[in-house]
T-cell receptor, first 114, second 112 residues
Framework: DAKTTQPTSMDCAEGRAANLPCNHS???????VYWYRQIHSQGPQYIIH???NNETNEMASLIITEDRKSSTLILPHATLRDTAVYYC???????????????FGGGTRVLVKP | KAGVTQTPRYLIKTRGQQVTLSCSPI?????VSWYQQTPGQGLQFLFE???????NKGNFPGRFSGRQFSNSRSEMNVSTLELGDSALYLC???????????FGPGTRLTVT
């Protein structure tokens, strides 16, 4: 699985958009970008994933650059409950050979402030 | 639909003992993965089970083992506990080739 680089921490104002960057310059053509988050004392939570097109769901938007070497997770209106560690993971789609293994990096510690 | 459940939630053991942790996946999910989380090493993959077979394994010593039952419930066992095994052990379940993995609340193991 390709390695990812994320800022260690960032602050965000409540009600504003939070833009979380992730670099994955060694990503291969069949690898997807996944985002998970972990709120304190809880298990990680799936947020969103994508291959090359921008994706949006009820939680967030994922913007992947055209060369796929980086991506940005956008939380449109951050709330205090969005305070968490956010993990960007690059991996093969869970096909038979790849299984469901996730390789977590250090993530970005996001603090949403009132 | 009920989420992933893990038992027990907290556990204190002594060095040299063994421990068994249990995970019940979401109904219909047949893949179960285990992770260890420590402040120093972060989240690390232990192993994954599907249809009672281990199909992926992380870089952990043989003291760490697991199994999956026909109802998809899974257990992991750590023998000859060491202080460094103190961690939060997380279980995740998903569909066979699911994009989303659903994590349980974890079992916090303390080895003294």
């Amino acid at each position: 699985d390709a390695k990812t680089t994320q800022p260690t921490s960032m602050d965000c104002a409540e009600g504003r958009a939070a833009n979380l960057p992730c670099n994955h310059s060694t990503i291969s053509g069949n690898e997807y970008v996944y985002w998970y988050r972990q709120i304190h004392s809880q298990g990680p939570q799936y947020i969103i994933h994508g291959l090359k097109n921008n994706e949006t769901n009820e939680m967030a938007s994922l913007i992947i650059t055209e060369d796929r070497k980086s991506s940005t997770l956008i939380l449109p209106h951050a709330t205090l409950r969005d305070t968490a560690v956010y993990y960007c993971i690059v991996r093969l789609r869970p096909i038979k050979a790849a299984g469901n293994k996730l390789t977590f990096g250090g993530g970005t510690r996001v603090l949403v402030k009132p | 639909k009920a989420g992933v459940t893990q038992t027990p939630r907290y556990l204190i053991k002594t060095r040299g003992q063994q421990v068994t942790l249990s995970c019940s996946p979401i109904s219909g999910h047949r893949s179960v993965s285990w992770y260890q989380q420590t402040p120093g090493q972060g989240l690390q993959f232990l192993f994954e089970y599907f249809s009672e077979t281990q199909r992926n394994k992380g870089n952990f010593p043989g003291r760490f083992s697991g199994r999956q039952f026909s109802n998809s419930r899974s257990e992991m066992n750590v023998s000859t506990l060491e202080l460094g095994d103190s961690a939060l052990y997380l279980c995740a379940s998903s569909l066979v080739w699911g994009n989303e993995q659903y994590f349980g609340p974890g079992t916090r193991l303390t080895v003294t």
